[in-house]
């Protein structure tokens, strides 16, 4: 990605350009992002190659309206048997559009892994009308029985300067991997002063929102990892939300920071 303007890591649908082409689209929370067809399409740069056998919780999530053959769109996130976190700015089409696909590290190998159409989905209500608030749930129409979850940081706290974070995807790599595959890097939290200070101008919000990455770039997540984990503990810390380009120097990816909302999502997974 290049250009200067935020980008939520999606790409737009099909026959429409893509966030890469115009070099930015809407900030992930604005009323416009809400309202653009974002498609999401998204890959780790400057990771390695990581395995769902490892981390069966990570879940991607294809949609009928993808450009992508292997129909990627987003990342997303097992916590519960029938329910996946993932970003609003991921869920805006219909419900019968998805499928969440677990245990598939090559998207384009589909004689692996587990697939569910999704039955519901339940997006933050505050998205588009507040800043951050990108996060989503939704209802698998056959559970992923068996497979591990991942819990959700409840401490606010958790989000530190320097907390080893680490996210995984199967998003855009700027040629630092392969494509359509599942990766991860290590994205350490760089804190809130330094993402307040660096998207001065650019609606970054500290209560709701996670900075994590390197000052001098290099390693970062991408478009088409929207809505994927970032997970510190074993728990799912962060959701793959915006940033401007991608591991470029000073500007570091935006999670929304799950501790924020944890209250409204159990609540989701509770129903």
């Known amino acids: 990605m290049t250009g200067k303007k935020h980008v939520v890591r999606a790409a737009l649908a099909a026959g429409v350009l893509t966030a890469a082409s115009l070099g930015a689209v809407a900030v992930a929370g604005s009323a416009s992002a809400a309202q653009s067809p974002d498609v999401p399409k998204t890959r780790i740069v400057g990771g390695t190659i990581a395995h769902t056998a490892d981390t069966p919780w990570a879940i991607q999530l294809s949609n009928s309206g ?52 999704i039955s519901s989905i339940w997006v933050d209500p505050e998205y588009g009308k507040s800043p951050a608030h990108d996060v989503a749930v939704m209802t698998l129409a056959t559970p992923f029985e068996g497979v591990d979850t991942l819990a959700l940081e409840t401490d ?5 300067a320097g907390a080893a974070s680490i996210v995984y995807g ?21 804190g809130d002063a330094y993402c307040e200070k660096a998207y001065a101008s650019e609606g970054y919000t500290a209560d709701g929102e996670i900075c994590a990455g390197y000052e001098e770039g290099g390693k970062d997540s991408c478009q088409g990892d929207s809505g994927g984990p970032l997970v510190l503990n074993g728990r799912l810390f ?4 915006w940033g401007i380009g991608c591991a470029d120097a000073g500007n570091p990816g935006v999670y929304a920071e799950v501790a924020t909302y944890a209250a409204e999502l159990q609540q989701q997974l509770d129903s």
Request: hydrophobic share 35%.
């Open 66 to 117: 993808s450009p992508d053959p292997t129909g990627e769109w987003c990342g997303s996130t097992l916590v519960k048997a029938n329910k996946i976190v993932t970003a609003a700015h991921c869920a805006q089409e219909a419900a019968s559009t998805y499928t969440a696909i677990q245990g598939r590290d090559d998207l384009a190998d589909k004689s692996t892994g587990k697939e569910s159409k």
């Open 156 to 160: 606010k706290a958790a989000d530190a």
């Open 170 to 190: 199967w998003g855009e790599t700027e040629g630092t991997g392969p494509a359509d595959t599942f990766q991860k890097v290590d994205v350490p939290v760089l």
């Open 238 to 241: 962060g959701v793959v939300s």
